[in-house]
């Protein structure tokens, strides 16, 4: 099957729009989050916050620390200021950016909701408009043909054709009815046909959306484990930092071996700090629910979003994420003596008139290979359509020719015989896990027309892709076991589960998470519904029922079930995205001390001495200038960073041993080149800077207006 | 130069070494996991009494700060015992050459480097600690110490084999590392010494008549029996003031070659027994390489930078360097084997020397340094291999998030908790260095030749080596001409130092195995981070080398780097 076809067997392309970023808003989020209470919650640039608040102070009233007078320079010091200012602004910056990117993408989503207005039915069952603010669980609502339907809900009478367009992206409007699995309706959808009554299941402020919003605002993010542990690692470093720094004072300056002035401590220890990790790590978790959301997924928790990435074990149904849902047609086998223009003719006129997707797929299969297709244009013709007792369907043309076909028990009681040929042929497919149709045309078998459960395309690859990650798949399904082994294998399942019933799922999710597997599954059924609960991760289609979509901790707006795949990169990609991030912080943290502990030296000029020249390896020969390039480095990395951080580091699945070693050279031993060339250039800048008689003249006013500037 | 012929007794040594880890590391396992292993028919019933005397069972297993209690009573029982016997001992049996009583100060800084496996001593042995002191309370700590280490790191490992929290029975673990391991070792160890021709008397002293005139007195003593444990339990004081220079101690190159065996017999085999009680393949090799990485790497270091010739030496006419041996070094020994023996006894925190090390080129020194600011290559009896396990635990965390999973080792996953504990023991260590260091150095403390720049980085380097050595517990000094380490200020100082860096520690170790041991193990996937290959190998070791680089550049940049010439 060519991929052209199967889109048009309603494969779903779904639609992403560009969410609109408001970059002003951005930038007055940044602004604000130089608020106190803001920089608490994230230790390690708080540090940063502090100790540019207590330069601030140092540089305005250098008086105040008698110790420090004498190697006050003004310059210098508001240099350094204004760098720790940029650290700390280019971190909220970056956490600015995720949150806009974010609630732009809930946005987009939302706004076809807003200002709706909603016709509640009232207890004497009349309807009253109101705001669609004003709802309540449980109310009931009525939409007509027409209207956009206000809030989410569930269908309690009537029955819809709904365009659920803004919301999927999916072009076909889809039935929702009340009673069974489909009677979950989405705030914002358009009825096209039908009144239906609905039960309010979500208040504004409660539904998928808002929650997104306020996960990725920060009111409802949580830290997640593994970022709880970061954090801890990163605190744990930087305190460590901080006493190796603050004794490093003392030392040096007592024992006179060099002297240090505060200015340049300060810049050590940021430098040393684990800043560039530490700003990036709230902008990463954000950007990591704002990936699954522009995937068309809705995540409830940013811990799910992680826990993808952990994920042992996938638990897929058949149909629907696997298999196309219908079976095709793949196959004609032509009776012994029969041409095989006759049975294509046959197998044409017989399903010409089928609905079925069966049907139609003979039709496509038997026009690609040139059926005759004159007797069609006949004119008037006669349906014999599926009965329980004919168990075939056919058709009768104008001329007496009588077309059928049906399962070959079928077509032999009707008075077609047989060949064994073809009853072999049939058999070996029935065992392939394939069905056989038999055709017959004027009572005579002509052949055969063998229909399968095709796989979707592509599916096998990501199932290939997901066990290099180390992600085993078992497939659930209803078939008997031969069926279900056939499409394992040509899928490419590590295992799958046949004649499975409704309880099957969570039976296996419990024995699986019993020896410690962390297990992801799809469902949108209410009978789905504990299973998705209990699942680790539980992708629930918004199409399902309210209860499904309530238990599982993810909504696919697209109902795709193969989404879960995608995710698992999504949850991957963020984690490496922080372990990459912080060996980056890491090496770059060598390159930073090689650039200022020889300045310390250089400024007593004890910079000839050779243990200390083997560490200036940068060559950089004037102490402040050093310093400052060092720290700027730090700063300017960090908006550098960005688009990495939101983006996710690139990540192409392949075993863990491979993916440490990649990444180990790539932001290890690249954080650490990355750094000694960074530091390098921004010093050669800097050092260029200052020849220029205006950059002179700029450090003569400042030193001039600054209070104690004279000093 | 030196003759590169010596250089293969110390290959071959170590071929040696390595060929034995593993079958003594499997010996340790079964110790430790209480399987059938040699010499159950002579040892377990005496050891069935010895749990009954102490009204305890190997049945009974221990959460972590139940078994932490247990090793802090026995610790502290022998600390007390060592204390009273030092504060006491002109008074108390076994003193013929008279040594009067300790200063309090004097013998708090002795307990507590004795009985932290430390051996750190402000004393000089021949006038300042009786025979009785040493046979009889010293002794007792040269054993229970490293019986201690060993027990913790058992613990520890017993995490991954776990589930129900607890993590053994302290009691259990000092008596069976005490009858299986170090009491037949050091004995057997002893007897070799004796051949090699190291005295084991009851005669004090004996009079010699030197041929330079005169006569001097020679101390005597059950030396051998007491090098022995002290060499194998890495505790690391001597009989002697002069260690394992003096020719009594270390009689002849064998013997000197016999004390690097020894000293390396259990750190090198920890892993080994590490790898037997997870019970997983190749598990025990990233330690095992790492270990050697840096441990050969230092050697080769030392030696290069002490056969190179001392550039200060142009400075004097008529003084050439021929031999490449530079002041200090014990010359009855080759450059490889003396510097082997160096490295191998400071990296492994036994801390013994054969070396004056305040006489070592910078580099050298540095490279002792960095030994003990690792403190876990291999560093010391079980609390060395304890630590490596921590800096894996901290290394598998980071890489763990780079392959997109979250980070779990040998099937148990890391956690906030295990971090938290995890980074408090390594990051105490420089806190435990540097807080007295700057005490010491802001109270005067500290000699300080203010006069030209760099001139105090000698005397820079010996206060944080001193520093560095006691909260290593490693016991090596760098030099007591440089300062006087045996004022109140620098006793009671080392002594707190000495227990942080011995305590904290290991209560962390026993914390992070007891989380673990209240987890499932998860089964292995593809997707799990495989920690027996040569890429983690190489990771855990760069990323020790950064860590440690990270936390000590600096004061490294004022004390060796600076003295460099």
């Not at chain 2, 790898?275 to 190749?282: D, E, L, Y």
């Amino acid at each position: 099957m060519s991929e052209e076809e199967f889109a048009q067997l309603g494969a779903r392309v779904s639609v992403r729009r560009r969410p609109h970023t408001s970059w002003r808003r951005v930038l007055g989020d940044s602004f604000r989050m130089f608020s106190p209470a803001q920089q608490f919650r994230h230790p390690v640039m708080f540090c940063v916050y502090v100790l540019f608040l207590f330069l601030v102070v140092l540089t305005l009233v250098p008086s105040l620390f008698p110790d420090i007078a004498h190697s006050y320079n003004p310059g210098y010091y508001l240099a350094v200021t204004i760098i720790l200012f940029l650290t700390v602004w280019f971190a909220n910056l970056s956490q600015a950016i995720a949150e806009a990117q974010g609630r732009a993408q809930a946005d987009t989503l939302r706004e076809i909701r807003s200002g709706v207005r909603a016709r509640q039915v009232l207890p004497d069952g009349k309807t009253a408009w109101v705001a669609s603010d004003i709802l309540h669980i449980g109310d009931s609502i009525e939409v007509q043909p027409g209207e956009p339907i206000p809030i989410d809900g569930d269908i309690t009478s009537g029955a819809a054709l709904i365009d659920e367009s803004m919301m999927t992206g999916e072009s076909e409007a889809v039935i929702r009815e009340s009673g069974g699995d489909k009677t979950s309706v989405l705030g914002g959808t358009l009825v096209l046909q039908g009144t239906i009554r609905v039960r309010v299941t979500a208040v504004r402020g409660e539904s998928f959306l808002d929650r997104l919003i306020y996960l990725v605002e920060g009111q409802g993010r949580e830290p997640t484990p593994n970022e709880l542990a970061l954090g801890v690692l990163l605190y744990a470093f930087t305190i460590t930092l901080f006493t190796v720094v603050v004794t490093f004072i003392f030392l040096a300056n007592f024992t006179n071996i060099v002297y240090v002035s505060v200015a340049t401590i300060v810049a050590l220890f940021v430098c040393l700090m684990p800043t560039t990790i530490g700003a990036l790590l709230p902008a990463i978790g954000i950007s990591g629910i704002n990936r699954v959301a522009r995937a068309n997924v809705i995540a409830k928790s940013g811990k799910a979003v992680e826990a993808a990435g952990d994920l042992d074990l996938l638990i897929l149904d058949k149909t629907g994420t696997i298999t196309v849902g219908n079976r095709l047609a793949v196959q004609f086998i032509p009776a012994p003596g029969v041409a095989p223009e006759k049975l294509l003719e046959a197998a044409l006129l017989c399903s010409s008139v089928d609905e079925t997707p069966e049907g139609k797929s003979i039709v496509r299969l038997a026009a690609r290979r040139n059926a005759p297709t004159r007797r069609l244009e006949l004119g008037s013709y006669k349906v014999l359509p599926f009965t329980a007792e004919r168990r075939m369907s056919g058709i009768l043309l104008q001329d007496g020719t009588e077309a059928y076909k049906g399962s070959m028990q079928a077509i032999e009681a009707y008075g077609a015989v047989l060949p064994p040929e073809l009853r072999r042929a049939g058999a070996q497919a029935a065992q392939q896990g394939m069905t056989p149709l038999a055709i017959a045309l004027n009572k005579q078998a002509v052949g055969l027309v063998i229909l399968k459960d095709v796989v979707k395309p592509g599916i096998k690859d990501r199932i290939r892709e997901l066990r290099t990650m180390g992600i085993r798949t078992v497939m659930c399904t209803g078939d008997n076991r031969l069926t279900a082994a056939a499409i394992a294998k040509e899928a490419g399942v590590d295992d799958f589960v046949a004649e499975a019933k409704p309880e099957t799922k969570l039976t296996l999710i419990q024995q699986e998470k019993a020896e410690g597997r962390l297990v992801a599954m799809t469902g949108d059924g209410t009978n789905d519904a504990p299973a998705l609960a209990r699942a680790d991760v539980g992708l629930s289609m918004n199409s399902g029922t309210s209860a499904a979509k309530e238990a599982g901790n993810m909504v696919d707006l697209d109902n795709d079930p193969t989404k879960l795949i995608e995710i698992v990169s999504i949850g991957k990609q963020l984690l490496i995205t922080r372990g990459a991030l912080t060996t980056f912080s890491i090496t770059n943290d060598v390159a930073k001390y090689f650039a200022i502990i020889p300045a310390l030296f250089i400024a007593v000029g004890a910079a000839s001495l050779p243990g200390i020249a083997i560490l200036n390896v940068m060559g950089l020969s004037n102490p402040q200038l050093a310093v400052l390039s060092a720290l700027l480095f730090n700063a300017i990395i960090i908006p550098i960073l960005v688009p990495l951080a939101l983006a996710g580091v690139p990540f192409r699945p392949s075993s863990a041993i491979d993916l440490l070693r990649k990444n180990l050279v790539l932001y290890g031993f690249g954080g650490l080149v990355t750094a000694f060339v960074g530091i390098k250039l921004l010093y050669l800048l800097l050092a260029w800077l200052i020849t220029f008689p205006f950059v002179h003249t700029l450090g003569v006013i400042v030193a001039h207006y600054l209070p104690f500037g004279g000093l | 130069m030196f003759d590169l012929r010596s250089l293969w007794d110390i290959v071959v040594l170590f071929a040696i070494a390595l060929a034995v880890a593993p079958f003594f590391g499997d010996y340790l396992a079964r110790v430790y996991t209480n399987r059938p292993a040699f010499g159950d028919v002579v040892l377990a019933p005496i050891e069935r009494g010895i749990y009954r005397l102490l009204g305890t069972s190997p049945r009974k297993s221990m959460p972590a700060r139940e078994y932490m209690v247990a090793l802090l009573l026995v610790n502290a029982g022998v600390w007390v015992f060592m204390f009273w016997y030092f504060f006491d001992q002109s008074t108390l049996p076994l003193n013929p050459t008279g040594v009067p009583n300790m200063s309090w100060d004097l013998a708090f800084h002795s307990a507590s480097s004795f009985v932290t496996n430390t051996d750190f001593t402000h004393f000089t042995n021949e006038s300042q600690i009786s025979v009785g002191a040493i046979m009889i309370a010293w002794q007792l700590a040269l054993f229970i110490s490293p019986a201690t280490g060993l027990a913790v790191a058992a613990a520890m490992v017993r995490g991954f084999i776990r589930r129900d929290g607890t993590i053994g029975n302290f009691y259990v673990d000092v008596v069976r590392s005490l009858t299986r391991v170090l009491l037949p070792i050091a004995f057997v160890g002893a007897l070799i010494m004796v051949m090699l021709g190291v005295p084991e008397t009851f005669n004090w002293t004996v009079i010699a008549h030197p041929i330079t005139g005169g006569t001097q007195i020679l101390y005597l003593g059950p030396v051998a029996s007491y090098q022995s444990i002290s060499l194998l339990g890495t505790n690391g004081g001597g009989w002697y003031s002069a260690n394992m220079v003096s020719p009594l101690a270390n009689p002849s190159a064998v013997s000197n070659l016999f004390g690097i065996f020894i000293m390396l017999l259990i750190p090198i085999s920890s892993p080994f027994a590490f790898g037997r009680m997870v019970r997983r393949k190749g598990e025990e090799w990233p330690y095992v390489g790492t270990i050697l990485i840096i441990l050969v790497v230092a050697i080769a270091l030392f030696i290069f930078y002490q056969a190179a010739t001392n550039p200060a030496l142009a400075n004097f006419t008529g003084l050439v360097q021929t031999n490449g041996y530079p002041v200090g070094s014990e010359v009855r020994f080759s450059l490889p084997e003396g510097s082997t023996f160096q490295v191998v006894s400071v990296y492994s925190n036994v801390g013994a020397n054969n070396i004056m090390i305040g006489a070592l080129s910078p580099v050298a020194q540095l490279v002792l340094l960095f030994g003990m600011f690792t403190q876990s290559t291999p560093g010391g009896e079980g609390t060395g291999f304890g630590m490596l396990l921590l800096f894996a635990v901290l290394a598998i965390f980071v890489g763990g998030l780079m392959v997109g999973r979250t980070p779990e080792y040998l099937g148990k996953k890391i956690e906030t908790s295990q971090v938290r504990w995890a980074a408090l023991a390594l990051l105490s260590h420089p806190a435990a260095i540097l807080l007295p260091f700057v005490v010491a150095v802001v109270a005067g403390q500290v000699p300080i030749d203010a006069s030209t720049v760099g001139a105090s980085s000698h005397n820079f380097t010996a206060v944080l080596y001193e520093f560095t050595s006691e909260s290593a517990n490693n016991g090596s000094a760098l030099s007591t001409a440089v300062f006087n380490d045996q004022t109140p200020f620098f006793n009671i100082a080392g002594a707190f130092v000495m227990l942080v860096g011995r305590y904290a520690p290991i209560f962390a170790m026993l914390k992070v195995g007891e989380i673990f041991a209240r987890q499932r193990t998860l089964p292995a996937g593809p997707g799990t981070l495989r920690t027996a290959s040569g890429t983690f190998t190489i990771y855990l070791t760069l990323f020790l080398i950064i860590v440690t680089t990270l936390l000590f550049l600096p004061v490294i940049a004022m004390g060796p780097l600076a003295q460099i010439l």
